[in-house]
């Protein structure tokens, strides 16, 4: 039993380091889209990564939080007052979110001139876009390999 428990740590581990190193990896080629995007100038990139790595720090740290709450809204009955409480929870997080954007537009605004801040933020929509479609068509592929054998 304890080989298994041992070999089943060593797979969790496993797990998390290739999910880190994916999302390493992702994080590199979200870098190297909105470099390319905004065409920063060496002095603009010295300013603008350390304010852009602040930002996307707060933001995650957001979405980690309403992941956790709506962790805690799962389980509990759909009644009018959990509907009610999980809209103000969903509020509350668009409004930090906003708030969190009005406030680093401001900081974005000076270290870059503002056409490439509105840049930035297309940029991130764009690159999450093509995040997205990328993973939908890795599962259709994986279902539609899945298919082939089962015939």
């Avoid at 969790?12 to 990896?25: P, R």
């Avoid at 590199?28 to 602040?54: C, G, H, M, R």
């Avoid at 799962?74 to 409480?85: C, Q, S, W």
Wanted: aromatic share 8%; net charge positive.
């Amino acid at each position: 039993m304890a080989v298994f428990s041992t070999g089943s740590l060593l797979a969790q581990d496993a797990d998390q380091s290739d999910a880190a190193s994916k999302q390493d990896k992702i994080k590199a080629l979200e870098i190297a889209y909105i470099s390319k995007e905004l065409d920063l100038t060496p002095e603009e990139a010295q300013k603008f990564w350390p304010v852009y790595n602040k930002y996307t720090r707060e933001v995650n740290a957001l979405i980690v939080e309403r992941k956790k709450k709506n962790q805690e809204l799962k389980g509990k009955p759909r009644t009018d007052a959990v509907a009610n409480a999980s809209l103000d929870k969903e509020l509350d997080y668009e409004r930090k979110m906003l708030e969190i954007k009005t406030r680093y537009r401001q900081e974005f605004s000076k270290v870059l001139p503002a056409r490439k801040v509105g840049n930035l933020y297309r940029a991130e929509r764009e690159f999450r876009g093509m995040m997205i479609r990328q993973l939908k068509e890795r599962k259709d592929n994986r279902m539609m390999r899945g298919r082939g054998r089962q015939q």
